[in-house]
């Protein structure tokens, strides 16, 4: 469905010691069975598109992961533009959640 480049290369900032961190953005149903596959160059991480639809808020779980998508191009979208949507959406916060992570109105602590 989608590949988006994410880490230290999606950021532009890699260096000779990097690998190349690769989310795999399939339906549901393509999940069946999928794993992370880790190797020297390169990390195929698969995601549910539905899990990239859904935008955890600060001081949820899942939050810290929206980092990921920060600078992340998106390689490849057979999604009609679903996927370059959500990874838009999961690296913006609205006012209420940066007064939230600004001034630490959660309680969320980090873990």
Do not use: C, K
């Amino acid at each position: 469905m989608a590949m988006v480049l994410s880490g230290s290369v999606g950021r532009g900032t890699s260096t000779s010691r990097s690998d190349v961190d690769v989310y795999v953005v399939l339906t549901d149903q393509g999940m069946a069975g999928r794993r992370t596959r880790h190797a020297d160059v390169l990390d195929e991480i698969p995601v549910p598109v539905s899990e990239l639809d859904d935008l955890p808020v600060f001081g949820t779980e899942g939050w810290y992961h929206r980092w990921s998508y920060a600078w992340a191009p998106v390689l490849l979208d057979r999604s009609g533009g679903r996927v370059a949507d959500a990874v838009r959406r999961q690296t913006g916060v609205d006012a209420d959640e940066a007064e939230s992570i600004l001034i630490g109105t959660t309680g969320w602590t980090g873990g």
